[in-house]
């Protein structure tokens, strides 16, 4: 008998073990090696090879019994197995698919795409809003989708909102809101229906609010618009200097605007309500769990509409130059209360304001009066009555020079901004120059953006091992059609206790260690400037991604290399750590050696098909350890975050600029309280 003879009887012995290649190879290995022993023991008595095979085989018994012996030994072994291998081939790549996909920072991904269109707080802020408005409606019930949208079915905006009031006709709040959409963007109103239609609205709301000035301010300025326009022209023919000038179109109308003006200077106070609308619509969204809604809420706080500012401001320097205009006509007494509208105006204006933008509007008509009215007084022979508006005008800017001086000097800071705070209040505190806040409150947006970032490399991660398990997949598959089916590449599944020290190694060590570095060393990436910070955070986590990647195929390459030699498989003389690293961190290096070499074709395929199931616990362990805890610490910042926490209340965009406007309102009203216009 010669050893093909041999090598038959063991394949016929072990053909009941077809089921699982793997046990069948590794059966014909150990029964081979008894049988080489039993030939090594008749070689020893002095018997030739052919005797000593012989003898050996017939020691063997019958293949039949061999072979149901075998199978009768190992069927709960094969049972055990073929479900390991089902699992693996079945259920652990969909299982790993789901992961990754239901892991991708999809939230993260989104933030991070309107947190530069959103740090200037300009143009973006519709597209903030939508965004957030697609997220947040099928949360809503209807009346609370009402309250915060509007009846989205109507043809304009004005109308959606207007659904609101209609709701609670008593209501002054919903009202007023509509009024505002009504009149935003409306400067001039040439068409006599068009007016009356708004002019109707404006006496509606009088009727509900009557100690409100904003009504006959709003109607002051529509029938100002149409009676006249305010221009910005030369001062003199043949001068550089420009000024504001008067150009009449109709001179009665003009007056019945002015009186309609001086009517809302008597009344006490000027509402126009944003606030409140803005507070109420915040108490019914939920509160931000992440970034992506905290940056919605604050699209939609730079999102409201302040159209009454713009009509405040043209309010103001009309009135001035009415009053030259009838100073100019000997009606001197008359004028005086036009040239000191200022103050009862501005003041109300103040008295309203949330926003920065609207207490700089009343900042404006302050400085038109200072700039103007007492130029006009003097001609009028006042001279102390200028004077003295020269001295009131003065102390009510006070506050703003000062702002304005403070915020020349933060702006030198800016290198303090970049390396503690986050990209919106790097960009935001140095054109506010509200008193620099701590390291610790910038550090919450700093931390947020680090954590997004990472957000974003989770899922390339997880994108790259899942690449690369289908195209472990395809390399097996190419294998398994080159070298046939009796020839098919092995799953070489490792023990539950072998697996879990390559992931231990592979996955677990390396994550803990970068959680300690980026966390507790503070040398890690999040710590620099923010034109190095991104990059720096990319490259961190672009090494933890080489090094899961590479220890996971060393391990497991290793693993079915020696699994293959002792199954008696063809492999390489040796696999270096060294080739396997660099063939892994080249690009296509891994499946390109993979695909090459026809001799050692099964191990290659069976590396392949070995690394699946690696790879896909690797997607499955990174998104149910990793995306959870990203997902965590991002609301737990968000939460924590003292410098747009104010958004939720709906007291502004951020806590820095309300407490600066809080500051200067206090301020300014703090000196018209010292004052009182002249009679």
Known sequence: MNRRQIQALVENSTAGLEGDPELKLDAQAELLSHLEAAADTHRAEGKSEEESLELAAKSFGSPLDVAADLANANRSRMR??????????????????ATAWFSL?????????NLNGLAGLGGNATRLESWHRQKTMRTLTDDQ???VFGDTTRSTPAEQQRAIWEKDPTNRLYYAHYITHLVSGSHTVTDAVAFARLENALREGERLDPDNARYNYLLADAMLNRAAEVRWAQATEGSTNKEFRLVIRDRGLLDAAMAEFRKAQDKPVL????????ALRMSILPTSRNLASRIGKIGMAAGVLLPDMSKMRNLARASILYGECLALEGRNTEAVPYLEAWQPLSRKVFGNSFTLIETLVGFAIVGTARDKAPAILEAMGEPERAAELRARTAAVMAPKERWDIQRKALSDRDNELKRDAGILMSLLLPAIGEPMPTARELSF??????????QVGLSFCLVVFVLLMFGMLAAALRWRWVKGFASAPLLLLPSWRKLGSMLLWAVVVPVGAYYLYTRFSGVSACNLPIPARFAGIAVELAVLTAVILCTAVLLSVRHTWRRCRDLGVAVPANVSAAKLIALTLIPLGLPVWLLRGRNEGLFRGSVARSLVPVFAFVVILLGLVSAPYLRASERSLVRQDPLTSCVERGEGFTDVETRLNQ?????????????????
């Open 145 to 147: 989708r009402l309250i």
């Open 271 to 278: 509402m126009t309500y944003s606030h409140e609308m803005l």
């Open 663 to 679: 500051r200067l309102r206090q301020e300014v009203l703090s000196v018209f309280d010292l004052q009182s216009p002249r009679p």
């Open 445 to 454: 947006g700093r931390l947020i953006e680090c954590v997004i970032v990472e």
């Open 105 to 113: 920072p999809f939230f993260g991904l989104a933030a991070m795409g």
């Open 80 to 97: 055990l197995r073929a479900f390991a291998r089902l699992a693996a081939q079945a259920l652990l790549v969909p299982a790993a698919l």
